[in-house]
């Protein structure tokens, strides 16, 4: 500037000033401390970060089930446990830690399987199945008021899964709460209409209450959704024995005992812990509920993957046998029975799973050729007798039958099919004394068994014995027979002596 001996250049000729000390001090200081604060503010976020980071993979450690003892398991068990544990080294992974914690579920480690649902309820707490597969799991050892929010909370999740309300209801029942679990079974009955199982709950709850004509009502409606839910068809029992109906309460019993043992009611979520159990007795146990209602289909993967973990386990075997011959899979069940009998020849049964499957096939050289090889190491095996005497008789060898169904008949006296092959095979020979004595022992073991009583009543026909006949049939008419054969023999006797017994 003019008026200072501040040495200056021609701006005109590009000469640019030139800066005094302390203007450099300061552009200096301005930018050492922008640095300063970029180089703090870099720390503190790369510091919150890690400290992000360490609070995530804390969570996800505490989240991961400590491993126990895996050694006695099998190999791919152990191995899909490690892969699962690999991937949740890196936080983040869902679908590592439900697999890892169903894992423990579905072969019986149930608080490394809760340390994991717990942990998947904070880190995935959207997903209904995580309270849902935690309260069944709380539900099954009794626990119930803890498994009751989780229940709940499964329901506001998935409002339309409707095995989340059954479950509930079925708690609050066991909780003595039945206005609630009333409400809970209505409301289940809502997204499931029909549903036996809604219409058993309301019934219990009825009973329960003194509400007997409701419960009948409600069973009934059961039934007609199910004629072969058992469960329903017993209690409908029990319900027309309290309201004095013998005769209908008699029928029910008769009809739940043909319908098979209690099924659990349908669950897709809990039945998918099944994909990874690897516990054989767990899976045999599973495969043989689903055989029982004739779900061949679900069972067959379970015993094939038993099979894999077990290839010598005789009684996988003889299942999966059985699933082959559900699907009327012969080749491939005859392949199964005849490999157990090999890994286990002195068991009788075996040998008569292979005789079934010939016989299917209407085999009869081979149906022959295993029942003497069985009878060869089971002699006094009752079934194994009965079968070749049912062979002999197919190829007109009735006196060789004879001592076979004696044989069979005198080691399993309560099975009456021996008794009654027996006796046509005496009436064929004309060997009536024989015959009579065996009908009439029969009778006296099975006095009820429709096929021993029409036996005696055509025999009383036959020998024109019209008031023996006639008690016998009265005797018919008390079991409650409506039977073609009863039908048939009342006929006879008309046509005989020409008038109908009062």
């Known amino acids: 500037p003019l008026g200072t001996d501040e040495p200056r250049e021609s701006l005109a000729s590009g000469g640019v000033r030139k800066r005094c000390p302390e203007e450099v001090k300061q552009a200096r200081f301005f930018i050492y401390g922008l640095a300063g604060v970029i180089l703090v503010a870099g720390l503190s976020w790369g510091v919150a970060a890690w400290r992000q980071s360490a609070e995530a993979r804390a969570r996800w450690t505490a989240a991961t089930p400590v491993r126990p003892n895996l050694s006695p398991w099998p190999e791919p068990f152990r191995n899909r446990v490690i892969a699962a544990e690999k991937r949740l080294e890196s936080p983040g992974d869902i679908a590592a830690l439900g697999e890892l914690s169903r894992l423990y579920h579905a072969n019986g480690f149930l608080a490394e399987a809760e340390h994991g649902y717990r942990g998947l309820l904070k880190l995935d707490p959207k997903e209904p199945r995580w309270p849902h597969l935690l309260a069944s799991l709380l539900a099954d050892y009794g626990r119930l008021d803890e498994a009751m929010p989780l229940l709940n909370g499964t329901i506001t999740l998935a409002p339309q899964y409707a095995p989340a309300r059954l479950r509930l209801a079925d708690a609050l029942v066991k909780l003595n709460r039945p206005d609630d679990a009333a409400t809970a079974y209505r ?59 013998a005769e209908a309460a008699d029928a029910a019993r008769r009809q739940a005992s043909l319908a098979g043992r209690f099924r659990e009611a349908p669950d897709a979520w809990i039945e998918d812990l099944m994909n990874y159990c690897y516990d054989v007795y767990r ?76 016989r299917a096939t209407d085999d009869l050289p081979a149906t022959t050729r295993v029942l003497e090889a069985g009878l060869a190491l089971s002699p006094d095996d009752a079934g194994l007798h009965y079968y070749y005497a049912l062979a002999l008789l197919v190829r007109g060898q009735l006196a060789e039958a004879v001592p076979h169904l004696e044989t069979a008949r005198r080691q399993s006296p309560d099975k009456p099919l021996a008794a009654r092959d027996l006796i046509v095979t005496y009436f064929r020979l004309h060997r009536e004394t024989e015959a009579l004595a065996v009908l009439n022992d029969a009778l006296v073991q099975n006095p009820d068994y429709p096929t021993f009583v029409i036996m005696a009543i055509h025999y009383r026909i036959s020998k024109h014995d019209d008031k023996g006949a006639a008690k016998l049939l009265l005797h018919a008419r008390s079991l409650g027979w409506t039977s073609e054969e009863i039908v048939n023999v009342v006929e006879e006797f008309r046509l005989t002596f020409g008038y109908l017994p009062e």
């Open 187 to 245: 409301n289940f009955l809502s997204v499931s209409p029909r549903n036996p199982y809604g219409l058993l709950g309301l019934a219990r709850v009825d009973l329960e209450t003194k509400h007997l004509n409701e419960a009948r009502e409600k069973l009934r409606q059961a039934v007609e959704a199910d004629a072969k839910f058992p469960a329903s068809l017993s209690l409908l029992a029990t319900v027309e024995g309290l309201l004095g109906n």
């Open 283 to 358: 899976l045999q146990v599973v495969a043989s509920g689903l055989a029982e209602s004739h779900n061949w289909q679900a069972a067959r993967p379970l015993l094939e993957r038993a099979l894999t973990l077990a290839p010598e386990n005789v009684a996988t075997r003889r299942q999966l046998g059985k699933v082959f011959v559900g699907l009327s899979d012969y080749p491939h069940a005859r392949e199964q029975f005849e490999k157990a009998v090999a890994l286990d020849p002195h068991n009788a049964a075996l040998y008569l799973d292979l005789v079934n499957v010939y």
